[in-house]
Every structure is written in C-alpha cells, then in structure tokens.
C-alpha cells in the first residue's frame, strides 16, 4: 500500500455517499424553490382588521427615569449656606444644580462589630439639603432664594425637610417662608414626629403660631410614643405653648403609649426644684381646661405618685385640692406616700413634710402593709358615732413603721410629721440610721423623741387623733373651716413646732 493513500472501511465509505446523496438533494431544492418563487405573482396584502371601538386604547407614555441627583461634599459649600453668606451663595448657585444637591457630610464613628469582636472605625454618610442647611440656622435670606431658584421645599434628604429643622431651631421667618411656599405643615420625619411636636420648645412659640394658623393638626401623635403636642409641651413645662395648645382645641384627656395624660406628663417632669414654678402652672391650666386628676396610667401611677417622687409639695398641694386620691395604689402596691418616702433621702431642702402632712390632711391611710398606725378605738370609741377598727399590731407591723421612719432620719420635720400621727412613739431601733451630723443639728428633737419612746402620749394629742380618724379624707376641708382660732388649726392638721407631745 502507497504511503499516500489512506484505507477506508466499508462503512466510511458508506456514510460518505449518503452525505454526498444528502447535499445533492438540497441543491436541488433550493435551485427548485428560486424558480418557483421567479415565476409565481405576488399574494395581496391582507386587509387589517378594524379597531374596536371601546374600549379605546390608551398611547403608552415614555417615562424617562430622573437623572441621579449632584451629590456634593465641598464642607466650604456647605458653609457657605450654613453661615448664610449671601455674596457666597450666589456664587455657588451660578451653578443650577447645586439648588437640589445632596450635601453629604462623612463622619467617623466608632461601631461594634460582633463578627470580628471589636470596635472599628467605620465611615458613616449623613445626608442634608442646601435649604436645611440655611433653615436650620435662621437664615431667611437664603432660604428666600434658594426657594426662587426652584429648591424643594418638602425635599427630606436624611429623613427630615426644612420646615422641621426650622421648626427646631424656633426660627419663625423661616417658618414663614417655608410655609408660603406650600410646605407640608403635618409631614413626619423619620422619627414619626410633625413639625408641630418638634415646635414643642421655649424659643419656638412663634413657630407654632404660624404652623397652627396654616391648618396644622394640634393633636397629631408621634409614631413611637403616641404623644400629642400638648404632652411634650406639657412634659417641658411650657406654660405658654400649653395654653396656646389649649386654646386651639388640644384634647387635655390624651393618653399616650402608656396611658399617661398630659398632667402625667407635667407632674414626672418637674424633677428640678428651680423649675417647680413654671410646673405647678402648667398643672393649674390643665386642671382648670379638664384634666382628670385621678388618672392613671398603664403602671397605674397617677399624677400625685409622680409629684411625691418628684417631692413637688405644690404641685402635690394643688392636686389634692382638686380631688386626688390620697391613698391610691399603683402596680407594685405603692401609695402616693410610700414613693415621697423612698426620696426623702434625695430631697431634704424641697420640704418633704409639707407633702406628708397634706397627704395625711387628705386621707393617706398610714395602717397600710406599707405603714404602722395605734388605733385608739379602744380608749375613745365610745365618744365616736363612727365605729373605729383595731388593728392586732404584730412584730411584722413594727418592722415595718420601723423602715418607714428610717426613710424619714434624713428629714428630722417629716419624721415630725408622721410621729405627731402616731399614738404612740415606737422603739427607737430605727434611730441607728442616724447620721451624727444630722443628729447635732436636731439633737433636742432626737432626744425627746428617744425619752418619749414607748411613752403614752398626751391626752391633748390622742384627742387630735381621734378627731383627724373621725374625718378621714374629708379632715383639710372640715378643720378649714371651723371656726376656730388659726394656732388649734394648725395643731391639729399636723403643722411642724419643733415638739412632741
């Protein structure tokens, strides 16, 4: 065999000639369709159908996707609006598209990172608007021009808009403006609260006006906390917003999230003695507009448990004149004088024994769990048409008026109090919570107190007992007016002399 031929088998040999047959048959296939195709006349169009006459057809509209906002991160841009630098604004807004950019600020923060356990500092982009920016620091005249110029005036880049930053600020010109140019007075921020709840702040009074007078809602409630104006105002202190609040038809029987009303609100924020004043005024707008003094909240603390943990006396003054419960529980089984005792301790110069004493005017009933009371029934029952109980006084009782006058050691004028409601002075281990330096400053008191321990008290007081047990809650409003000189007033609704008797 020649080196150039190659040895095909019979069945290449066969597969070569049906490929070679195969091709041959499309040639002439095709060469059969070209002369069909050459020769044959045209087929007529088909004719369309008609439109059908309803419904008709809708043209579909080209959208076209918004082009992607400028971003800008120039701190000397951001300034410029920030310090309201007009001469710079308008050299800045020679370009049209800086009237809407983005202004990102990047901060470092340090974060946790719980895969890698361990801090890292990490960049974080907050975003802002030219607009906030100038709002957010009073500058009217630039507000005024980025608004002519097209800036959007309810644009909420990072969440808020600038009739919320304003709002903040109690920069009322920019309020205004904002506001003429349809901002939305009830959008929320991303916090859910509406420029109405962030007006609720001393300086911004005005802002509130202008946002009121626009149509806002006055009790719109946040998203978290369910609050409306009037108990942020209210939680401030804010005499003035309040009665505005009040004025516009703020509803004062709100509750928020957990219950509590807008007096709640008022009676836990007066926590500072200085700003007692505004507080108890506040209180007296909200009483005489309606409020319900009995009201508690979802903890069932009422009003009054707030103002003794607060030792507000005034407060806790005013709401017991207005028919606050003295006696009330709340949750954990605390009266109005279990929390003033706990905080005894913590406000010794706020006069914690004119609450005492008004609570004890008003019916707190010291013979609970909490307290430890002598009933005298046994002695003047028969001169009573009003039957009196007595109690078995256990151990566990004086254990228990053992703690409560331990509470009272820093503030030897409450301690004074709730003795002269005693009928008799108990032991005297509670005294071992005695400071020295508080027993020199009252060391008569403390030595009287120690001599009469135990000690039968006076006809002249036991008589005062039995009349204040006879009265109840009704012994302020009856001794108040009897006609008696003012010194036997004084005696018997607990006034502080210094003694025992």
């Not at 929320?188 to 009074?205: E, F, K, R, V």
């Not at 103002?307 to 949750?331: F, H, P, Y």
């Not at 009349?467 to 609704?493: E, F």
């Amino acid at each position: 065999m020649s080196k150039d031929t190659f040895p095909f088998t019979t069945t290449s040999l066969r597969s070569m000639r049906l490929e070679q047959e195969h091709q041959e048959w499309e040639d002439a296939r095709r060469a059969l369709a070209e002369r069909r195709a050459m020769t044959r006349a045209p087929l007529a169009r088909a004719p369309r159908p008609p439109p059908p006459a309803a419904p008709r057809q809708r043209r579909l509209q080209e959208v076209r996707a918004p082009p992607p906002p400028v971003r800008c991160r120039d701190t000397a841009i951001h300034n410029t609006f920030m310090c309201g630098d007009m001469r710079g604004v308008y050299a800045v807004l020679k370009d049209p598209s800086l009237v809407n950019a983005l202004m990102e600020t990047v901060h470092e923060e340090m974060m946790w990172t719980p895969e890698m356990g361990m801090w890292t500092l990490t960049s974080k982009v907050k975003q802002t608007s030219a607009l906030r920016l100038a709002a957010s620091r009073g500058h009217a005249g630039c507000v005024e021009e980025l608004l002519f110029r097209g800036a959007e005036v309810d644009a909420d880049p990072g969440g808020n808009t600038a009739l919320h930053d304003a709002c903040v600020g109690g920069h009322a010109p920019c309020v205004r403006l904002l506001l003429s140019h349809g901002a939305a007075q009830d959008l929320p921020a991303t916090d859910g609260s509406a420029p109405l709840h962030l007006a609720a702040l001393a300086q911004s009074l005005e802002c509130s006006e202008l946002l009121l007078d626009s149509g806002a809602e006055v009790n719109m409630l946040t998203r978290e906390s369910q609050s409306t104006p009037l108990h942020l105002a209210a939680r401030k202190g804010l005499e003035d917003l309040v009665a505005l609040f009040l004025a516009r038809g703020a509803n004062v029987l709100a509750k928020n999230r957990e219950g509590e009303t807008p007096l709640n609100a008022a009676c836990s924020g007066a926590e500072r003695h200085a700003e007692a004043g505004r507080y108890l005024r506040v209180v007296q707008l909200l009483l005489e507009a309606g409020a319900e003094p009995c009201t508690a909240g979802r903890k069932l603390h009422t009003p009054l448990h707030n103002a003794c943990a607060n030792c507000s006396a005034r407060i806790a003054e005013v709401l017991l004149q207005w028919g606050a419960k003295a006696d009330i529980e709340n949750c954990v089984g605390y009266t109005p004088m279990d929390c003033l005792l706990q905080v005894v301790e913590d406000y010794p110069g706020q006069q914690p024994e004119v609450i005492a004493r008004s609570l004890l005017n008003h019916g707190a009933n010291i013979t609970s769990p909490k307290q430890c009371l002598h009933s005298i029934a046994s002695i003047f029952g028969g001169f009573c048409t009003k039957p009196l109980h007595t109690p078995h006084i256990d151990n566990q009782t004086f254990l228990q008026c053992k703690k409560v006058l331990k509470y009272c050691v820093p503030s030897p004028a409450t301690l004074e109090v709730l003795l002269n409601s005693y009928t008799i002075i108990p032991a005297c281990e509670w005294m071992e919570a005695l400071s020295s330096d508080v027993y020199k400053e009252n060391q008569a008191f403390f030595d009287l107190v120690r001599l009469m321990s135990g000690q039968p008290r006076s006809l002249q007081h036991l008589c005062r007992s039995v009349i204040r047990r006879y009265l109840g809650s009704l012994c302020y409003s009856a001794i108040s007016r009897l006609p008696i000189p003012s010194a036997v007033q004084d005696y018997l609704l607990l006034h502080n002399d210094g003694t025992l008797r």
